[in-house]
């Protein structure tokens, strides 16, 4: 006994701290979902994939040529420019058309989804406008009604180049029915990564939001250019990059050819918000008042939250910041963070009623593992009125902080559960030399020396940063916490993924979804899925006087559905919202069990086309219907 004594006191120091590494393993380590309960969740999910059509007979390419002081690492620059948007361009009621950025030709491309009916041929959205392809590249699509018309236009954005809206002529989808319109047209060089679709002063139109990337009027993709471009001045507080800007819509000019007219509202940003490097941006009215709310995820430096607090014709916004508590890391209070932020999406996941925000920045382990934001609302959106955000971040607790580097966020529920899926896109270049060694050191350096190009690493064709990941596709387990099932699902293929659209392109009650890939093949993944409930589907169009086409999206009307469990699930009209991805306008929602052959109580809001807020209760059974919105809202079918 007295030897175990002093057998015990001799080691006493050692013991106490393999106990406490012992026990800090135990605190460290991420809760597990048993074999059982994972196979059970897995058997609600089945997709198969097929690539999207491409147009033959281009060269291709899989580096971009830049300007010669960024050669060094054109790899870097190379990184962006993959995109896709599912929508219903060609009027036959179902989001079956798609419209993506294949950078490997840098073409804009109109194609049905496949396995859908070819309803025409693909095509390229070719700009005929002054364009020179040596120093432009498309970025990405975004489907919208421009011109308020009744009839789907698409808006093209670029790197070189401001916008260019395609107004359609007509159903009939082929490149000569559209009309190519400068959105504005100061001739000026942007680099835009994000665009999306909302009516920020309640006027009843869709006015513009871009969010730019480089500097104004730099010359990146000229690889004959002369002197030295500039790169983002911090890695955590970069506020040197393109203007993001607000374009007012302010009507359609008269005449035989259709146009439409915006105007850039100035001063609206203050030089911190309009300067950001924003690679994502959405819009969502998070306090209920029908003004939607701004949200820029920007590379290098803070993401921030704007509360709107416009008039008609009158644009304000107010920074919104989240409060620290005192466990809480500066890093994840809303507005504080020095993260990289890529993309963007709003659903509810908490099951309050009210919108949360789902954020990727880098969180590739082993390497630069910051951690991805996901805010869950408090409830209390009176603190907006004094500049807070009321939003924790609850990523780690419910297990989205971590997967890779991450770029498009996207919310849909995919089995008809009742509960959201969370997806997302990973990766950044694939090739055989790790860089990550370098993009440390980088990242370590004086942020003095990070604007000028000389100070960064190599990063060419053949180099590789998160290359190998796989896209993640997260299922909430009963714990309320998310993992990620794609292993299971075969959905594990390694793909440098930059955006992600979702849509039911063909009207059979579950949620499909498209990837765009940098550099590489984009993919279509049909949802043959084991629905576990009823869904209820919502087309709200707004009714626009003086035409007969009802198929114009309500942007941002707002559908509440109350299930008879005393669950409530909400979702509004979204215009594009994220990086490069933009889901279909129509409205999804699974209903889960026990609905079969009953009534579902929503309640919807909107704002008509004179900015008229307007609130209607219906009661639908489950199923697709459309709802045109005008001064009250007429079921259609």
């Not at 870097?76 to 009027?91: F, K, P, Q, R, T």
């Not at 919104?320 to 994840?332: I, V």
């Not at 807070?388 to 996207?410: F, H, M, N, Q």
């Not at 594009?576 to 609905?595: I, K, Q, T, Y």
């Amino acid at each position: 006994m007295r030897l175990f004594s002093r057998l015990i006191k001799r080691h006493i120091k050692r013991l106490v701290a393999i106990a406490i590494i012992i026990g800090l393993f135990g605190l460290t380590r991420l809760p597990a979902l048993s074999a059982t309960e994972r196979n059970v969740l897995a058997s609600h999910f089945n997709f198969t994939t097929t690539p999207l059509p491409e147009l033959t007979g281009y060269p291709r390419k899989y580096i971009r040529s830049v300007h010669p002081s960024l050669e060094r690492h054109s790899g870097w620059i190379s990184a962006v420019g993959a995109a896709v948007a599912l929508n219903d361009l060609d009027g036959d009621g179902l989001s079956n058309d798609s419209c993506y950025v294949d950078p490997r030709t840098d073409q804009a491309i109109i194609a049905p989804v496949p396995g859908t009916s070819q309803r025409y041929k693909p095509f390229e959205l070719a700009p005929r406008l002054a364009y020179d392809s040596s120093t432009m590249a498309p970025m990405g699509c975004l489907p919208g009604d421009l011109n308020e018309d009744g009839v789907m236009d698409v808006l093209v954005y670029y790197w070189g180049r401001t916008p260019i809206a395609f107004l359609s002529q007509g159903t009939s989808l082929q490149r000569g029915n559209y009309v190519q319109r400068e959105i504005v047209s100061t001739g000026e060089r942007w680099y835009t990564n994000a665009a999306t679709f909302a009516d920020l002063d309640g006027d009843g139109h869709q006015d513009l939001i871009i969010g730019n990337y480089f500097q104004d009027g730099a010359e990146i993709l000229n690889h004959k250019g002369t002197g030295v471009e500039a790169m983002q001045h911090s890695m955590t507080r970069a506020y040197n990059g393109g203007k993001n800007r607000i374009l007012r819509w302010v009507g359609v000019s008269l005449g035989t050819q259709p146009t439409v007219n915006f105007e850039e509202v100035e001063g609206v940003f203050d030089p911190i918000i309009a300067h950001g490097w924003t690679l994502g941006a959405g819009a969502a009215d998070l306090d209920g008042d029908m003004l939607p709310e701004l949200y820029f995820a920007n590379d290098f430096g803070p993401d921030h939250l704007l509360h709107n607090r416009s008039q008609p014709g009158q644009l304000a916004f107010a920074v919104l910041d989240g409060e620290k508590g005192l466990t809480t890391p500066n890093s994840k209070v809303l507005g504080r963070d020095g993260f990289k932020g890529m993309g963007v999406d709003f659903g509810d996941v908490n099951g309050d009623g009210l919108l949360d925000i789902y954020v990727s920045n880098i969180a590739a382990e082993y390497a630069l593992e910051e951690s991805h934001f996901l805010f869950t609302s408090t409830g209390k959106t009176d603190k907006m009125n004094q500049g807070i955000a009321p939003y924790v971040d609850s990523s780690e607790p419910l297990g989205l902080s971590r997967s890779g580097w991450g770029w498009e966020t996207k919310f849909g529920d995919f089995d008809n559960d009742g509960n959201l899926e969370a997806l997302q896109a990973t990766g950044f270049a694939k090739g055989e030399v790790n860089r990550w060694p370098e993009l440390q050191e980088l990242a370590m350096g004086n942020d003095q020396l990070l604007s000028r190009p000389s100070s960064w690493f190599q990063l060419q064709a053949g180099d590789d940063l998160s290359g190998h990941q796989h896209n993640p596709f997260f299922v909430q387990a009963a714990n309320g916490r998310y993992y990620d099932l794609a292993p299971d699902l075969g959905l594990d293929k390694p793909q440098v993924t930059r955006g992600i659209a979702t849509a039911d392109v063909d009207g059979d009650g579950d949620l499909d979804f498209a990837i765009a890939n940098q550099w590489d093949k984009s993919y279509f993944y049909r949802n043959q899925s084991q629905k576990v409930g009823e869904f209820l589907g919502l087309h709200l169009v707004r009714e626009i006087p003086g035409t007969t086409a009802a198929n114009s999206p309500a942007i941002g009307a707002a559908a509440t559905v109350y299930l008879p469990d005393g669950r409530q699930l909400v979702a509004q009209v979204d215009g594009g919202n994220g990086h490069s991805g933009a889901r279909s306008p129509e409205l999804h929602f699974g209903l889960g069990e026990g609905v079969k052959n009953t009534v579902i109580p929503v309640e919807l809001k909107w704002r008509d086309s004179k900015g008229d807020v307007h609130e209607e209760r219906l009661v639908l059974s489950p199923g697709w219907h459309k709802v045109v919105l005008g001064d009250w809202a007429e079921v259609m079918g």
